[in-house]
């Protein structure tokens, strides 16, 4: 896709993957990128640069319910039908065994993670269609490949993006508008940090994939530039994906050597 003069979208802009692809997003030549998150009031400005974004603004959204989506988008005015490049980035975490799992927890990931990009799409969509041009790119996980334990719901929300964005990919063929999703592995933010704890009890983390959220939002720029449909980590994080889709003993064993249903010491 090229980025000159078209209006980006990106969720989770305040912090983590979302600013940082914000940021690098800010210095391509876009029309205008829309920085969204739940506290605009508290948007710390992004530099542009000479030949970078022309123009930079906060806006709310709050995915966490239905009826705040709808008032985000209905805030947005003519800008929601002006979005070239939507960056459903935004994203909760919640893991360990699933008996104590917190179930508030639980429907506010899917809301944000799964429910709520769904809506956030379809609301963006036609605006797209009718331009006959536009790119929706999600950011789903390693986690959406391979379904470690100790993350059965964040694994069954982030595999049901990667469900969602293939069957999008596959109905949006000869409209014009495409998709990209993100098999983001361990990048370095504060949800990695809330994992590492939180799976931590029962999964060792020690040894996991850690990169800076710049070099992944550069990938990422980057994959949106050449149109990739997805994209995956690198390091041993790229093993993990390649297993995903061999036989299931695979993960297994890697499982079997990370996992203990007894808290680690
Ligand atoms: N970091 C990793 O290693 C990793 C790996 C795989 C996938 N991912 C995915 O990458 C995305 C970004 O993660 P991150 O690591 O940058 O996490 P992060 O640092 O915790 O940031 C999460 C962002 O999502 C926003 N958010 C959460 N719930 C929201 C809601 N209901 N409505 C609107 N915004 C909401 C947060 O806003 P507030 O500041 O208002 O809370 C924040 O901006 C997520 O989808 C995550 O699942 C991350």
């Not at 360990?96 to 917190?102: A, I, N, T, V, Y």
């Not at 963006?124 to 331009?131: A, F, I, N, Q």
């Not at 370095?188 to 939180?198: G, N, P, Q």
């Not at 041993?236 to 499982?255: E, H, N």
């Amino acid at each position: 896709m090229d980025l000159s003069g078209r209006t980006a979208l990106v969720t989770g802009s305040n912090r983590g993957i979302g600013r940082a692809l914000s940021e690098a997003l800010a210095r391509e030549p876009l029309g205008l990128l829309l920085c969204g998150m739940r506290n605009p009031g508290g948007f710390e400005p992004i530099a542009t640069g000479a030949s970078g974004a022309r123009e930079v603004k906060a806006v709310r959204i709050d995915l966490s319910s239905r009826e705040a989506i709808e008032q985000c988008c209905a805030e947005l005015g003519p800008d929601l039908a002006r979005i070239d490049l939507l960056v459903n980035n935004a994203g909760l975490v919640t893991g360990g065994l699933l008996e104590e799992q917190d179930l508030e927890e639980v429907y506010a990931m899917f809301q944000a993670n799964l429910l709520g990009l769904v809506q956030l799409t379809r609301a963006v969509l036609p605006g797209m269609l009718e331009r006959r041009s536009g790119k929706v790119v999600n950011n789903a996980s390693i986690s959406g490949y391979a379904f470690f334990p100790a993350a059965s719901t964040y694994a069954a929300s982030k595999a049901g993006v990667v469900a969602f964005t293939e069957s999008l990919r596959r109905e949006l063929k000869g409209t014009g508008v495409s998709t990209l999703h993100l098999a983001t592995g361990g990048v370095d933010t504060d949800m990695l940090d809330a994992t590492e704890e939180t799976y931590g009890r029962y999964l060792d983390t020690s040894r996991w994939d850690k990169v800076p959220a710049s070099e992944w939002a550069g990938k990422v720029i980057a994959a949106i530039r050449e149109d990739r449909t997805v994209l995956g980590p690198g390091g041993k994080t790229a093993v993990a994906k390649l297993a995903s889709r061999g036989p299931a003993f695979l993960l297994d064993r890697i499982s079997d050597r990370m996992f203990s249903r007894e808290p680690r010491a």
